[in-house]
């Protein structure tokens, strides 16, 4: 499935079934590889996502000045 086509949850629950088939440890080396690339192009759409999503987040609370009215709570967890 092309990524554009998913919707950010969508991404992450297929992430989470990526690592559950991977950490069984039942996959052939070329399967797992295949599943790790995937797991791969999963994370940087997410991470992606979140980005625009903390982008659109601090737009909307910015002042007309552009100061920040309201301190945002931290997004950045573990990247």
Known sequence: MDNTELTFEQAMAELEEIVKRLEKGELTLDESIS????GVELT???NK???EAERSITMLIEGE???IEKELP???QGR
């Open 35 to 38: 599943f790790f690339r995937r």
């Open 44 to 46: 940087k759409y997410c």
């Open 49 to 51: 996502k979140l980005d």
């Open 65 to 67: 000045n552009g100061v």
């Open 74 to 76: 931290e997004l950045d």
